[in-house]
C-alpha cells in the first residue's frame, strides 16, 4: 500500500461526526444551532459530548448557564431521570433563582419513587416559592397553588409518620409536634392562598384542621 492510498484509508475510516467540537464555551451563540434538536430531544452523543466539554470550559456562569439549559432540554424529551441529573447540577453549580426549575424539580422528587426524600421536596418547593413572583397570570395560580398543595401534603405525611414512630416509642414528642406545627403552617398558608385565588380551599382546609389544634388557625371562626 502506497503513503497516499494509506492515509485515505485512515481519512476514510473515520467517523462521519469526528469534526472538531464546536466550541461552545467561546461561541455561545452557537448553541441556537441546537435548539430545534434539543427540543426534540434529537441531539447525538457527538453534540452531547461538545456541550459537556464546553460546559467544564466555560468560565463565566452566564455562558454555563445556556449550555445547560440546552442539555436540560435535551433531556426532558427522552429522560427525566437524566433530565434530573442535570437539573440537581444546575441548581447546586449555576444559578437556583429559575422558579419554574425549582417548581419542575421539586414535583419530579416526589412523583419519581415511591418513597421520596420528603425534606428535598420541601427544599425544592421553598426555592421556588421565593421566586413566585416572577410568574403572572393563570401560571402563578396554577404553579403556587400547586407548589403550597405539595409542600402541606409533604409536611403532613412526615408528620404522620413522626407521630406513629412517636406511638411506638422510636421517636420524641418534640420532633412529632414541630411537624405537626409545620403542617399546620404551611396548609393556612395554602388555604389563604386559593381563597384569595377564588380557588375552592376543601383540601387545604382539611390538611389545615387535621394539624390544628383550635379551628381558627385555619381561619375558621
Request: a negative charge.
Amino acid at each position: 500500500m502506497t503513503a497516499l492510498s494509506l492515509v485515505l484509508a485512515l481519512v476514510l475510516s473515520q467517523p462521519a461526526h469526528a469534526e472538531t467540537c464546536v466550541d461552545y464555551a467561546t461561541q455561545p451563540k452557537r448553541l441556537m444551532d441546537l435548539e430545534e434538536d434539543a427540543l426534540k430531544g434529537a441531539l447525538d452523543n457527538a453534540d452531547k459530548e461538545c456541550l459537556e466539554q464546553s460546559y467544564v470550559a466555560a468560565e463565566q456562569n452566564t455562558t454555563k448557564d445556556k449550555i445547560s439549559r440546552v442539555l436540560m432540554v435535551n433531556a426532558y424529551a427522552y429522560s427525566t431521570d437524566y433530565w434530573a441529573k442535570l437539573v440537581r447540577r444546575h441548581l447546586d453549580e449555576i444559578d437556583r433563582s429559575d422558579p419554574d426549575v425549582a417548581y419542575l424539580y421539586a414535583m419530579y422528587l416526589y412523583n419519581s419513587v415511591d418513597e421520596p426524600d420528603l425534606d428535598e421536596v420541601i427544599r425544592w418547593t421553598e426555592v421556588a416559592l421565593e421566586r413566585k413572583d416572577a410568574w403572572s397570570g393563570e401560571v402563578h395560580v396554577i404553579r403556587v397553588h400547586g407548589l403550597l398543595r405539595l409542600r402541606s401534603l409533604v409536611a403532613l405525611a412526615s408528620w404522620k409518620a413522626a407521630d406513629e414512630a412517636r406511638a411506638r416509642g422510636a421517636e420524641n414528642t418534640e420532633e412529632a409536634e414541630a411537624l405537626r406545627h409545620k403542617t399546620k403552617t404551611y396548609a393556612r398558608e395554602w388555604v389563604d392562598f386559593d381563597q384569595s385565588a377564588d380557588r375552592d380551599p376543601t383540601e387545604a382546609l382539611a390538611v389545615c384542621l387535621s394539624a390544628a389544634v383550635q379551628k381558627q388557625a385555619c381561619g375558621i371562626d
